[in-house]
């Protein structure tokens, strides 16, 4: 089987072909193409398959990982859309939550709803929170928010009625009235998209889906037609937030489920390392051109949280938008190789503005003026600017030089060598800062942990960043550049559904509890049913549960199988051990409550269990250099001569000690004085890192 994934990022478009027969893969970085993503994705499927030599036609699935969803968010590039909600709630998206992610800032930012107070309508109706109909719905009502969407001009609209978990009756009564009165305009349902309590999260999550479903819509069209045009006719598959996969009619219909599409890809792939080389616990680390994503793999499966944020004020925790639908554990930050750096009050500061693809850090010479991260490492000696990218692509050190000289080093007084340092050490402290989240933060110990470094640019600093904090292994896998590429080779479908119903658990609770999960798997076959799969789903149930009167639920891993009349002690004890591990302790006269219940079906692929994707040959026109440049390692008095080694003739039983910089086409891994460098059996770089103070 012949297959294709490729991700799209903020600066560059990843694909690796993987041929299944013979393991033959190539792997593939071309610019994205901000404006319109698809034209880097059709120009380097041209590419990708000359390099193959094979046709379209040939190709027996396309996986797919996206940033369309995110950037239409977070660049506020979205469909103008309309939200009815229940009278009296229409200020939900502008209060949010009372909480302060800064509690002693006077001026703090909130975030910006993605729809105006001028676009919001109120409909008279009110449902209780146990589903009863406390006021009905008043249709007069709704033909005037009608009526308001279309002289608005507007072409999508969220519907996020209060307590609509529970009794979906209205929402989808207002449905029945839109498309009868204004079919044009595309619908979304908060009691469909994100059946949970709590107004503002779900009328949040239901409004990012509806602002970004026409986007989505018309890029996957796009995307198929061209494929089609193509001579391609077999699947194409979209990576999920949550590291699954999903058919092209559900991410259109739920885009908000794709909004992590490619960080979920990298740490699948993270997980996918881990197992090769016998570690259960690893920090992923993908550092591309706009962005670095950390995130975790605990006991060798991604951690998985049921909400998520996105578009933070400053990255901070609480400041985002909150979005009701499973994702990866992922914490990420302005820190790609594109951030650009200045300088402020006497200091620099790094990102987490980017240059991105267009017109990208100035060494691309195209038009670009201001400093990145980027930039400094060309300066730095760590790369090199006539083979990055394999030597695709050709980098002005000079220009780069000017640019911080004149932007930092005459500010602050500082000579060439030293502003490009600081550019590096900034960056590299802003990821060791969010690392500590990652790791510490949430109660994991870094010594216990490896790192798994890939991105065009993790690789680059990884070793100094896991010195930092004390991970004492990092492993750079093959193909690291193209990571979350070859992370979708290895992903299989996956549906997510859940239900608000809050209950008091006991003994007694299993035939209740049997009867709302009947309900959730119905809801996943309908979906399921896209897929046209023959073989059986395997089926994983999640609880998220606390003491009564608490604010907050934890995640309760339950039993598969056959919900008999004891799941009810069967959940108490599953609780328990959730709640112990996280807040170390139990109260065993307090009730225990269930609030949401979640049902995951993932589809066997196939290819679960296949070989890592591997390249045969260099992506790139030119071949790999072994040899030596000029390279700054403070440890070492500032620039030395560093040894440069092709990685693709690194033979399995040499050791290399830094400092050294081994090249890949698609990345750059830097290893420090002190550090050891050599292949695993796998095929991939493991760097035993040494310590502070060790070096």
Known sequence: MIRVAFDIGGTFTDFVLHDGSDGASHFLKVPSTPHDPGEAVMAGLEDLFGQAGIETGAIDSVLHATTVATNAILERKGAPTGLITTKGFRDVLIIGRQKRYETYDLYIEKPEPLVPRRHIWEVEERIGFDGTVVTPLDAASVDRAIDALRAAGLRTVAVALLHAYANPAHEQAIRARIQARAPELSVSLSSEVAPKIREYERTNTTVANAYIRPIVARYIDRLEDALRQRGYTRDLFVMQSSGGLVSPGIAKAYPVRIIESGPAAGVLMGAIVGKNEGRDHVITFDMGGTTAKLGAVDGGTPAIMPTFEIDHVRYKKGSGLPINAPAVELLEIGAGGGSIARVEMGMIAVGPDSAGADPGPICYGRGGTLPTITDANVVLGYIDPDWFNGGRMGLDRDAAARGIMEQIGAPLGLALGAAAWGIHLVATMN??????????????????????????????????????????????????????????????????????????????????????YGELEARARKDIEQFGAAAAPHWSRYGYMRYAGQGFEVQVDLPDGAIGDDFGSQAITAFNKAYLRKHKFLDPEARIEAVDWTLVATLPSGHEDAPMARARQSAGTGPGRDGSRPAWFPEAGGYVDTRIIDRQTLAGDTEVTGPAIIEDPDSTTVVLPGDVARLSAAGHLIIEVAQEGTA
């Open 431 to 516: 990821m060791e800062n969010a690392l500590r989240i990652v790791s510490v933060e949430q109660g994991r110990d870094p010594r216990r942990y490896a790192m798994i470094a890939f991105g065009g640019a993790g690789p680059l600093h990884a070793a100094r960043l896991a010195r930092a904090v004390g991970i004492p292994t990092v492993i750079v896998p093959y193909g690291a550049g193209v990571g979350s590429a070859i992370g979708l080779l290895q992903a299989a479908p996956r549906i997510d559904v859940s239900i608000t119903r809050v209950m008091g658990l006991d003994a007694a609770a299993g035939p209740a509890i049997a009867a709302l």
